[in-house]
């Protein structure tokens, strides 16, 4: 439809249409379109930002409008704690994803990204749990679209550092990696499939947020995030494969694959 630097006349005018409902404070595109990583039939994710009341009926207006046909939008708090709210809209056969975020919430998280504070929330959608930096990745990786006072465009600048001290902190999380295994490796010998699974899910999800903050890189969920963390520099050999072979197999032989996966991310966190 378009290149990585180019925004549709259509997305550009819907963000633009967006901006000016009170409450929302910017619009910027999100997901693999933004980062240049997207397939042809990706959809366009947009996140809207607001600050306080939200219009939601003018917002719903805009929506079905853009459809042509009604669309319902989920208010704040409508689709969980952490990705609060939005809109699925299909316009002239494409997807747009309308995704709300709280500029103040976001803001504070970014405080505590750079004081070396994080948490991890649940949140319907993410398995792994909502990990809260990822509020500052999605604002440093996305392309502003519509920000009529600038606020987005500097907190966007500002993200563009990784915080040291979240760092340090989202490194020192590679102890719960072996927790999880040390779970795993008791329930394994019974057949406890589902639990293994959980928490060997958990381990790898927590080793691949650990290997993007030592390369001080944002990740900003579970989708594709076993590859993202496979391609950075210092990944152990045969991550990817290693991981997705423990959580096929689930018995005792996969618990002591995933203790060895854990090893190796520990030595690389270690010698860097």
Request: with cysteine.
């Amino acid at each position: 439809m378009t290149d990585a630097h180019t925004t549709p006349t259509g997305i550009a005018a819907m963000a633009a249409g967006i901006a000016g409902i009170p409450g929302v404070e910017a619009v910027v595109l999100g997901g693999s379109r933004a980062r240049g990583t997207h397939r042809p039939d990706s959809d366009w994710d947009l996140g809207l930002y607001y600050r306080g009341a939200l219009d939601l009926p003018a917002l719903t207006a805009l929506a079905s409008e853009a459809q042509g046909s009604p669309v319902e939008v989920a208010g704040p708090g409508g689709w969980g704690p952490w990705v609060n709210g939005g809109a699925w809209l299909e316009v002239d056969g494409v997807a747009v994803d309308w995704i709300l975020r709280d500029l103040d919430r976001v803001e504070s998280v970014w405080s505590d990204c750079r004081a070396g504070r994080f948490e991890v929330g649940i949140q319907p959608g993410h398995p792994l749990g909502f990990w809260s930096p990822c509020y500052a990745g999605e604002v440093a990786l996305c392309r502003v679209l519509a920000d009529p006072r600038s606020t987005l465009t500097s907190l966007r600048e500002a993200a563009s550092t990784y915080p040291e001290p979240l760092r340090r902190a989202l490194t020192a999380a590679v102890w719960e990696a072996d927790f999880s295994v040390a779970s795993a490796r008791k329930s394994a010998p019974s057949g406890d499939t589902m639990h293994v699974a959980l928490c060997l899910s958990r381990a790898f999800g927590v080793l691949a947020q650990v290997l993007h903050a030592h390369h001080r890189r944002w990740c900003l969920n579970e989708k594709g995030a076993l590859a993202a963390a496979a391609a950075l520099p210092d990944a152990p050999p045969g991550f990817a494969d290693r991981v997705s072979a423990a959580l096929r197999g689930l018995d005792p032989a996969a618990v002591e694959t995933a203790a060895g996966v854990v090893r190796d991310v520990r030595a690389v966190l270690e010698t860097g």
